[in-house]
């Protein structure tokens, strides 16, 4: 099964600036991404609904690890993915160019707190999503308990076309 995930060019640029931002203790910043999902032909069409960054006072001090989120993140994160039920996933970015690899905490700690995003939304799949400044790597589960398939493509939806509106008309 192909995946390719979709996610308009605004809320990418978004999200790349909220994640840029500096916090007081963390060494880096996380977020989630909202995402119905559609079948393709060939796979499944994650389209990104919308950005949330996680808030200042729902990271927790943690010495080894870049990030570490409290549990107050998850609940507000799972109750945006409630209604309407939409993927969720995990967001961050280690910054440079090309391709970005998951870190050894990244796989472990999603292997953990993934499956926990099944409770709000079962029938949806979610997942994680690492960028760069110009790329970035995801995993997908399609459901509790089974393993995680690569997001193989990303596709930035932008819209190229200048749309002109025209007062001019004549009177009948």
Known sequence: MRVSLKIAGPVLDQVRRDLARPHLF????VGFLTAG???APDGLLPLV???MPVDDED???APGVGAR?????????AQAAYRPA???????????????RFSGVDLESGNTFVPGFFQSCP????????LSNDSATGLLWLEP???SVPIDRFIRVDQPVVEQWSAKYELA
């Open 49 to 51: 609904r919308d950005y």
């Open 37 to 39: 999902a559609a079948r």
């Open 26 to 29: 963390a060494h880096e910043r």
């Open 86 to 100: 939409s993927t969720l996933l995990h967001v961050h970015t280690h910054g440079g160019r090309g391709l970005p």
């Open 145 to 147: 308990g089974k393993r």
């Open 59 to 61: 990271y927790e001090v």
């Open 69 to 77: 989120i409290g549990s107050d993140a998850m609940r507000k994160a």
């Open 123 to 130: 029938k949806m799949p979610h997942g994680l999503l690492v």
